[in-house]
Structure formats: C-alpha cells, structure tokens
C-alpha cells in the first residue's frame, strides 16, 4: 500500500507550523483582474519510515501556464520577539515561525516524516480570461502512485483593480546588496541583482523607493560609518563644487523601467535630530576623501555653502527628467520635540533651495506640522491616532515599527498574517496618503555595529523585534520573498480594491461598509482570517455586481 499523504488546500493568511494541524482551509476565492492571488496546500506526512520522505512528484493541471509559479515554506529562527502586550499573536515560545519562500522543484519534493509542511501557490492574473479557472494538485510518490489529491479554484472578476494612487515605502538598504552578493554599487553587476529587488519590492506594495543621493545616515551610531552607497559625484577644488549626477540618472533609470513611480531623496542630516551631516564623499586633488560627517554641524556654514551649490542642481536635475512632481526630500528620520528649534532652522535652509519640491519625514510631534517646517508629516500609527487624526492634516504618511501597541498591525514574526495584512483596510479607512517603514533589507545589527547573516539573525542582533529589520532575503541573483512581504502585498491589493469600489459607490459608502465589518481604525479592526476574507469577498462582490450593469 502506498504511504497516503493528508493534504490541505489553505488561504494565504495561515501560518503552518510543524506540529499543529492547520485550520485556515479554502478551496476557491475571487480576485479582481490584474491582482496576485496567493493561495497553500498543507501537506502531512504520516509515515515512521525515512523511505517515504524522498521523490515526491506534484503536478499541476490548470490554465494559468507559467502564471502559477509554487515555493515551499520554510521556518525561520526568531531570536527575538516583542513583550505579549495582546492576546493576538502566536506567542514568543516556539522559537521557528513559517516565514521564508523558497522556489521548489516540483519533479523532486520531499516531506518530512510526521510533521506538517506548506507550498504556496502565486497566481498573476494580467491577461488572464475573467471566469472560474479549475487548478487540480496531485502528488504521486516515487513509484509513481498517486498518494494525494486536491482542488482550488480562482474566480478572476472581469473589472481591473484600480492603478495605485498610494505613496508606499520600505526602505531600500544599498550597502546590504553590496555586502550580500559582493557587487560594486551601482555598476553592471549590481543592477542584475537590484532587479530581483525591485521585482519584490514592487510586490510586496511598494511605489515610492529610497534614493541615496549620498551615503544614508540612518541606524548608525555616532562616529561610525556603513558602507558608501552614494549616487552623486562630488569634486572639491580651489573650494568650488562641482556635481556629477550620472550614476544617479542611470538609478532612476533603471527603477522607472522596472516600475518605480516615486522616488524619495536620502536624508540630507543625520538621524534623531539632524545634528550631524552625512557621510559624503568626494574627489579633491589630494585624491578621494571624506569632506562631511559625524564631525560636521549640520548648521555650520560649510555645509550650508555644500546644498547651496548642490540642491538647486539636483532640482533642475530632476525637472528636466520628468519627476518633479514624483520627489520628496527628507531631512532627518524622527526627530523629537526638543529638536525642533534645529530642525526648524534645516527646514528653511533647504526649503529655500528646493522651492516647490515637498519635504517629508518621520517624525510623531504635531507641533512641526503646526509650525509649518514639514510638508508632509509622517507620524507613528500610535502618534497618528492620538494627534493627527482629529485634526486632519492636508497631507500626512504613517509608519509603523516595533511591536509594543497593543493589537495595531504590524510584520513581526509572532504576528498572524492577517495582522499584517489588514494594514490595507486602516489605510483606507484613515485617509491618509502614504506608508512607510524603514526596513526592507536591512542585514545589520542595531545601530549599524556590525553586519548579519539574515538565514541565522532575524532581529539585528537582538536589538530589534523578528519582522523589523526586512521582509526579503538574500539569495543568487536577487532576493527571496517572505510570507510577510506577500501579505504586505495582499494589503495593497485590498486597498485598491477599495479604491476599485470606491468608484462606483463613493468613499462615504465605502466607508460605511467598513465600519460595518468592524474596521474603525488602525487597531481596531476584526482580528481574524476568515473574517478578513469575508470582508474582501464582499468587496469583490459588490464590484463585479457594478461592473456587470
């Protein structure tokens, strides 16, 4: 008798651990044309003997060609996980959590003995005929007998999902590429990397990507330094500047062709405060060297002649590339009330040379907003909702990181997908106009003391929660996706789908159907799965009900 295998068709919002039978089930759900479906198949082994975990075959019968494309879900270490301030995680104690997609090879799998195992299924829907398409999954062992079989099906609605009008960002981390897959920046070879990059970035919902004009003075203690990752030339002789923007225009080259929109310019002072300059390199007749640093006021008039004869360039630079209206600038990442005084001072020196470039940082004080030294203000979720919200700001971003709020959403490790996704819904719901977070592929410890192994380190050297630091890992060629960065992506999706509706029902209504299903705000929301897909089948619903008339 051949060795029977249990097989489970699951959504995309379970995590499947080992040694606990999976409950997320789902045989069919519907998708708007144009969006990425996601589904899993769970699989248990039940066998004692190590001669039926080797040479499974699975094979796919559906429509979608090279459309559908399967990795296996692997479980990834988490060293550290934030205090339990809720009753909506999985809990600190289990030490591996579902997390890594990996391509597999479908002609040669391998099942471990008594322990439940997870494939998950990528549907792109672009040209793909509206209507019910049938995907059946067969496994046959290594004598080729079928041991398990199921079947899902994906409706694909004949309405295309709205084009995204959302500012998203995950911060791009440059010197991790190049200390990762040992590339010079910004030459040949790293560019066939960075377009596996982009390819996840794009997916995982990103629109807006982090640019480094010089060095980005971010997570690094004072007096260190990361690796240069800097795209303008600079040359320093009988104290004149002069500025060579080629490498930064092959970049936005590059990123526009592989689909960026919006591109955001890299801090120009130093984190917490803008105390300090960034590292900035340039050409000199002595040779290279460093002429900005840690050493160096941001308020000293060195280094206001340097973005004096700087910004105005880059500005024009821009213009004349078509992207004056797709650019933000940013000053310092999260300063706090008592940097204000600095910042307002930084705020005029660049605004001044800028002009109608917007400015755009991190920052959780109203008071900056109120004073009109940022453009755009982008509050924590918590800082949003205490001082933000009720007074409806022109234009603001949220951010979140950490994990220390009780039930907000977030992308750690412990954290139920659904959690992560339901950051689509919340944005929606409050309005505002863009997203951020500092981590895409950040492969240092905190503070930037040394550089990590993302396979063995998932939460920078225990100074970070697991799920802070990046949603991607490093792999031949580019990067390889986690279950988080796709939910991410899913939660675009729900946005736009939103949007999608929004055109024929209105924002008003839009919203009412979502306070209805329990969506009031960023933590305030139905904490379950199955609840999340209901209330995205009802979306779908109610579009293909408008589409059709």
């Known amino acids: 008798m051949p060795n029977m295998l249990t097989l489970k068709t699951l959504h995309s919002l379970e995590k499947v651990f080992p040694l606990t039978e999976p409950q997320g089930t789902e045989s069919a759900k519907t998708v708007l044309s144009g969006e990425t479906a996601h589904f899993q198949l769970a699989v248990y082994n039940p066998a004692d003997n190590f001669q039926h975990v080797f040479g499974y075959t699975l094979k796919i019968e559906s429509d979608f060609g090279d459309k559908l494309r399967v990795r296996e879900v692997l479980c990834m270490p988490a060293d550290n996980l934030p205090p339990q301030v809720d009753d909506y995680s999985y809990g600190v104690d289990k030490g591996m959590y579902p997390e890594l997609l990996r391509p597999v090879d479908t002609g040669y799998l391998i099942f471990a003995l008594q322990k439940w195992q997870s494939l998950w299924f990528t549907v792109d829907t672009d040209n793909v005929a509206p209507g019910k398409h049938e995907i059946r999954l067969t496994i046959f062992d290594k004598e080729g007998q079928n041991v398990g079989e199921a079947q899902y099906a994906l409706t694909v609605i004949p309405e295309k999902i709205a084009d995204s009008d959302f500012y998203f960002t995950t911060w791009m981390h440059y010197d991790a590429i190049e200390a990762k897959h040992n590339v010079e920046l910004f030459g040949d070879a790293f560019y066939?990397?960075?377009?596996?990059y982009l390819d996840a970035f794009l997916r995982s919902g990103n629109t807006l990507l982090y640019t480094p004009l010089f060095t980005p003075p971010l997570d690094t203690y004072v007096g260190g330094e990361r690796r240069t990752a800097q795209l303008i030339g600079v040359r320093f002789e009988d104290g004149a500047y002069t500025f060579d923007f080629t490498k930064l225009d092959r970049f936005l080259d590059f990123a526009e062709a592989h689909g960026i929109r919006y591109f955001e310019m890299s801090h120009l002072f130093t984190q917490w405060g803008g105390k300090a300059c960034p590292k900035i390199i340039a050409s000199t007749p002595e040779g290279e060297k460093r002429i900005f640093g840690w050493e160096t006021s941001s308020l000293c008039p060195e280094y206001a002649a340097f973005l004096t004869a700087l910004l105005p360039q880059l500005c024009r630079f821009l213009t004349e590339k078509g992207l004056a209206k797709r650019v933000f600038f940013h000053l310092t990442d999260e300063p706090h009330e008592d940097h204000l005084?600095?910042?307002?001072?930084?705020?005029?020196?660049?605004?001044?040379?800028?002009?109608?470039?917007?400015?755009?940082?991190a920052l959780s004080n109203y008071s900056f907003y109120e004073r009109g030294v940022v453009d755009i203000p982008v509050p924590s979720i918590k800082a949003y909702e205490r001082e933000f919200r009720s007074r409806k700001p022109e234009n603001v971003f949220v951010y979140y990181c950490g994990a220390n709020n009780a039930y907000y959403t977030g992308r750690m490790f412990d954290m139920p997908l659904q959690r992560t996704r339901v950051l689509g819904f919340g944005l929606y719901e409050a309005g505002v106009d863009g997203f951020l977070h500092w981590g895409f592929n950040f492969y240092n410890t905190f503070f930037s003391l040394r550089e990590l192994d993302p396979y063995f380190e998932t939460a920078g050297g225990r100074g970070f929660y697991s799920g802070d630091s990046f949603i991607v890992y490093p792999t031949k060629g580019g990067c390889l996706m986690s279950?988080?960065?796709?939910?991410?992506?899913?939660a675009m999706y729900d946005y736009r789908a939103l949007k999608t509706l929004e055109k024929y029902i209105g924002r008003e209504k839009v919203l009412d159907f979502l306070h209805k299903e329990g969506v009031l705000d960023f933590y305030t929301y139905p904490r379950s799965a199955k609840a999340h897909i209901a209330i995205r089948e009802k979306i779908n619903a109610m579009i293909a009900a408008h589409c059709g008339k």
């Open 192 to 196: 066939e990397v960075f377009a596996g």
């Open 483 to 490: 279950n988080r960065a796709e939910a991410l992506g899913e």
């Open 341 to 361: 005084e600095t910042y307002t001072k930084l705020y005029h020196l660049v605004k001044g040379l800028i002009g109608d470039f917007p400015t755009l940082d």
